[in-house]
């Protein structure tokens, strides 16, 4: 925390890797069978939403409404989030702030604690993985199990989630057939491939659970402020088992998924689902206010970095992500190495601005240059996210705290300083370029060598042209 009390980026949980991007890329680029898995799913996903988002005429005013609504949401966030607490309060439910991973986990163990239970059914949240609740509440004695099917499969499999909202994309029909039979308790021993035959056996498994549980957590994907309501977008209706069944509801929801008002909400009603799924309309939209009789409900507001990235005037677009994942299933980067690589629960192009700036860009400092800047993720966002721009910034936070760690400057900043002084120079730039020219006939090499192998390792050298520009300029009769 700084001296004023306001948390600062946040380095628990589920937010860093363990081993940089390249490393991690290297073992999954040589993965042929996840890269079949991954292309196949991206490809399926990308070209339902492409056909369902160009039904609208309207789009790109929706990503525009989207956009500003979550800019002024956020520009207000201090006054929305006691909006809401005041609304959920006055409805019977419980409001409880967490600055970190740590203080939500041990808020959430207590509640559970404090129901009776070892036992928690769970929907599909972000934030918990985010903060690692599972093991927190392992820790403590108590059993956490996921039941969105794509959830149960990574967890089951003992596994890491891959994709924001296809979490087992990594995992074809048979593996996941393999995890279940050795896995899941009392499945039939003929189960098979078939996706019916599969998301049956997960039913029959989970609805014992759904009946027996005490208590639920869930995740949110938007409160709407004036109202105190929550909200849950899914697929196959298990969130809805969760949320209503259990005596108890526990909510883990980041600070930033608020909305202001219902009319705001109708903005992504329309396109979060086709951003996501690729659906005109999710088949499962719950809402929630406060707690029902004989229930009881509680919301912890999570921060975990957010106050952070909030003070970064650059950064903080990053925090209108409403989690479609369009931006994943665009990105040739994530298409080809998977979410694993990325080594924070938010893979893909929001996972490598949104973890550095959650956890402070020491703590994740290869993920911004995770990408190469195609700018699709950009296109494809439906809060129009310019996440090109901010790699390109949190790469410049990179590369100065790098230079302020090096008393000595780096071979790649002496490089840099050799080239700038010269491209200031007109005469001396000229005269480099001819050099390089005459490289061509001395010798043809792919690869530089040390120190500055580093910077052909993932890169072929190109040969230098026959013809600068500028001597085609001046051949052309161009003005000098
Ligand atoms: S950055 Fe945009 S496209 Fe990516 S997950 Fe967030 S909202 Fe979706």
Same mark, same amino acid.
Request: glycine fraction near 6%; include cysteine.
């Given at each position: ?34 890269? %079949? *898995? ?11 939403? $492409? /056909? =369902?988002?160009?039904? &609208?005429? +309207? ?111 990594? %995992? *074809? ?11 899941? $308790? /009392? =499945?039939?021993?003929? &189960?098979? +491939? ?111 970095? %957010? ?174």
């Amino acid at each position: 925390m700084t001296f004023l009390g306001i948390p600062t980026a946040s380095s628990t949980g589920h937010l860093r890797a363990p081993r940089t991007f390249p490393e991690a890329a290297h073992d999954a680029l040589g993965n042929a069978q996840l890269r %079949r *898995n991954l292309g196949d799913a991206t490809a399926t996903i990308r070209a339902k939403r $492409a /056909g =369902v988002v160009a039904e &609208l005429p +309207d789009w790109e005013q929706l990503r525009a409404a989207g956009a500003a609504i979550k800019d002024e949401t956020l520009a207000h966030l201090d006054e929305y989030l006691i909006q809401l607490e005041e609304q959920v309060t006055e409805r019977g439910g419980v409001v409880h702030w967490a600055r970190d991973a740590d203080e939500a986990n041990r808020t959430v163990v207590e509640l559970v604690r404090a129901a009776g239970a070892d036992e928690v059914v769970k929907v599909k949240s972000m934030a918990t993985q985010e903060i690692a609740l599972n093991e927190a509440l392992a820790d403590a004695g108590i059993t956490a199990l996921e039941t969105d099917l794509a959830e149960l499969i990574v967890q089951l499999g003992h596994d890491a989630p891959s994709h924001i909202l296809v979490p087992a994309i990594h %995992r *074809n029909r048979s593996e996941i057939r393999e995890i279940f039979l050795r896995e899941m $308790a /009392g =499945v039939d021993p003929a &189960l098979t +491939d078939d996706p019916r035959a599969l998301a049956e056996a997960a039913r029959t498994y989970l609805r014992r659970k759904f009946l027996s549980a005490q208590v639920a957590i869930s995740g949110a994907n938007f409160a709407v402020a004036e109202a105190g309501t929550l909200c849950v977008f899914e697929s196959e209706g298990n969130g809805r088992m969760c949320l209503t069944l259990p005596r108890t509801l526990i909510t883990v929801m980041g600070i930033e998924k608020l909305v202001p008002t219902w009319r705001d909400l109708e903005v992504f009603l329309q396109t979060l689902p086709r951003s996501s799924t690729g659906e005109r309309m999710n088949p499962y939209t719950s809402m929630w206010t406060g707690a029902t009789e004989g229930q009881q409900f509680h919301l912890v507001l999570l921060d975990n970095g %957010r106050t952070a990235t909030l003070a970064d005037p650059h950064g903080r677009s990053a925090l209108r992500c409403i989690r479609c994942s369009a931006c994943l299933n665009v990105c040739p980067v994530y298409e080809r190495t998977g979410g694993h690589a990325y080594g924070s629960v938010y893979p893909g192009p929001i996972g490598a601005v949104l973890s550095p700036q959650l956890t402070g860009v020491e703590h994740n400092p290869t993920l911004p240059f995770a990408s190469s800047l195609c700018g699709a993720c950009f296109d494809a966002c439906p809060v129009a996210i310019d996440i090109p721009s901010m790699l390109i910034h949190l790469r410049a936070q990179v590369v100065d705290a790098k230079r302020e760690a090096h008393h000595t400057p780096t071979p790649e900043a002496a490089i840099m300083a050799a080239a700038a002084w010269t491209m200031n120079r007109p005469r001396w730039w000229a005269r480099g370029l001819r050099a390089a020219r005459l490289s061509r006939f001395v010798r043809r090499r792919r690869a530089l060598p040390p120190p500055l192998s580093a910077w052909t390792a993932s890169r072929d050298l190109p040969d230098p042209p026959r013809e600068t520009l500028r001597d085609w300029w001046q051949r052309e009769g161009g003005v000098q």
